[in-house]
């Protein structure tokens, strides 16, 4: 099996700054792409930002600019760094893994989500 473990979600004022990590324990073979979603209360769960094999990145409209996502292959593990944060980047923010477990194998992986509130 497979474990994504996050980190990193707080209570921040507009203006600052977190950066989220997420670390992929397991059975891995390797890691096709991580990336990170969010949901807020009453909307539907929206990419944020991906990272693939190749180091290709994508971002959604709204946080290019100001989010910024990385991988550390050697920990399997991916952070999002927040800057410049926004009462509407309030949301429960979830891993997402692309996993090959062994060859020819894939599977998506889900982690449990941290909460990220900007308030004043």
């Known amino acids: 099996q497979v474990q994504l473990v996050e980190s990193g979600g707080d209570l921040v004022q507009p203006g600052g700054s977190l950066r989220l990590s997420c670390a992929a324990s397991g059975t891995i073979f390797s890691i096709n792409a991580m990336g990170w979603y969010r949901q807020a209360p009453g909307k539907q769960r929206e990419l944020v930002a991906r990272i693939i094999s190749d180091s290709s990145t994508n971002y959604a409209d709204s946080v290019k600019g100001r989010f910024t996502i990385s991988r550390d292959n050697a920990k399997n593990t991916v952070y999002l760094q927040m800057n410049n944060l926004k009462p509407e980047d309030t949301a429960v923010y979830y891993c997402?893994?692309?996993?090959?477990?062994?060859?020819?194998?894939?599977?998506?992986?889900w982690g449990q989500g941290t909460q990220v509130t900007v308030s004043s």
């Open positions: 997402n893994a692309d996993i090959s477990r062994s060859w020819g194998t894939r599977y998506i992986y």
